[in-house]
């Protein structure tokens, strides 16, 4: 076997205590897409160490995911940083390369479990991460809006959050949280982009800008179910879906894909509006969902004298709780009141959702609430293993 020149660097002894150090540092750097430490998801080829008058020169080979990692560069700054503060390191060289397909394979077993085959993690016995599908009778009511806002105050919060842009045909969830890029493939398996600390992944990452959807019922399954299982979401505290108006295919696959998810109904407080969105919770019925709870939405418009006008009416979302609870046989409710402001709409258009962007206004402290009350409540039983034993006779 040839043999490296003479003068060329050895590998690290990882006994040496300046390698142990940086072994040590390079363990808090964590890849920004996986959010696990790069050694332990098999990205740290090697490490060397070269002595010198000022310091160590240590060369960390670093293995992306894929070679056009989409991260590269930010990957990069953060081995820079944590190995150049360890102390008797003076200068810092990152090797970057790529993983080879083997590696690639053992990341996704890894990553996985088991074969590294797709299943949908949120369906698995024992997956304790709450699903909330948002959802209305008919568009316009700000549901994306609503779903946009609780992602980013649940990240804030310090969970674990990822969104499903399951309105195929009318997706804006990547405009609303401001996601740039496309989710990066390794193989066969996606990791999705995220902003705000939120992971998304919407049919908008795969389409040209500006070229419409032309898909039908099995396409629409077929969209629905990749989205959960071929993209690696990691383990999340909560995962909400983004559903198109009314009870029509994509609603019905949630409910068959997801059979633990619960149901969060939109409303606004006009008449029709309710009424049609007693509709689109009432298919719990058939499906076995449970609803968390109804969010009326412009429920007013705060004037500058402090009065309110109630520009929809009133009392619809309340309508929607009694009428579900009364049709389910328990208690929905009314989880909050958003009222109408300008700037909901605005900060949607900015990338940056109200409950950041302005977290004291009326709005985002309304829909801050919303999110406590989701996560506060117990999570249904559907799809849970019970750790119970038949008894003999």
Do not use: Y
Not at 267 to 291: D, I, M, N, S, Y
């Amino acid at each position: 076997m040839p043999q490296p020149p003479s003068d060329a660097p050895a590998a690290a002894d990882a006994s040496d205590p300046l390698t142990a150090a940086v072994q040590a540092a390079l363990a808090t750097v964590i890849d920004p897409e996986i959010r696990r430490p790069v050694t332990e998801i098999g990205m740290i080829r090697n490490v060397t160490t070269v002595p010198g008058d000022r310091g160590a020169h240590v060369t960390v080979g670093l293995d992306l995911t894929t070679p056009s990692c989409p991260m590269r560069n930010e990957l990069v700054g953060l081995v820079r940083a944590a190995v150049g503060g360890v102390a008797g390191v003076g200068e810092v060289t990152v090797d970057v390369g790529a993983m080879t397909a083997e590696q690639r394979a053992a990341l996704r077993v890894q990553l996985r479990g088991g074969t590294g085959e797709p299943v949908i993690p949120f369906a698995q016995p024992g997956n304790l991460t709450k699903v909330f599908a948002i959802s209305s009778g008919k568009g316009g009511v700000g549901k994306s809006s609503v779903t946009a806002n609780l992602a980013a105050q649940l990240a804030a919060d310090g969970l674990s959050v990822g969104v499903v842009d399951a309105d195929i045909h009318g997706f804006s969830i990547p405009r609303m949280l401001g996601v740039q890029g496309r989710p990066t493939r390794v193989d066969d398996m996606l990791m999705p982009p995220i902003a705000h600390g939120v992971r998304v992944v919407s049919i908008g990452m795969f389409t040209p800008e500006g070229r419409a959807v032309v898909w039908r019922g099995p396409m629409l399954h077929r969209a629905l179910q990749q989205f959960l299982a071929d993209v690696w979401w990691g383990d999340l505290d909560v995962l909400l879906l983004d559903l198109p108006p009314g009870t029509g295919d994509v609603a019905i696959s949630v409910a068959q894909l997801l059979p633990g998810s619960q149901l969060v109904v939109v409303t606004t407080p006009q008449q029709a509006a309710a009424e049609v969105a007693v509709r689109a919770g009432a298919l719990a019925e058939q499906t076995r969902q449970g609803v968390a709870g109804v969010v009326e939405n412009m429920s007013w418009f705060e004037q500058p004298d402090g009065s309110r006008l109630e520009i929809f009416g009133s009392g619809g979302g309340a309508q929607v709780a009694a009428e579900l609870g009364s049709r389910l046989g328990g208690q929905v409710p009314l989880l909050g009141q958003v009222p109408l402001d300008v700037s909901l709409r605005e900060a949607g258009d900015e990338g940056l959702p109200l409950v950041l962007r302005d977290p004291s206004s009326p709005a985002a402290q309304a829909l801050r609430e919303v999110a406590r009350r989701l996560v506060a409540a117990p999570r249904g039983l559907a799809g849970m293993s019970l750790t119970v034993t038949p008894v003999g006779r």
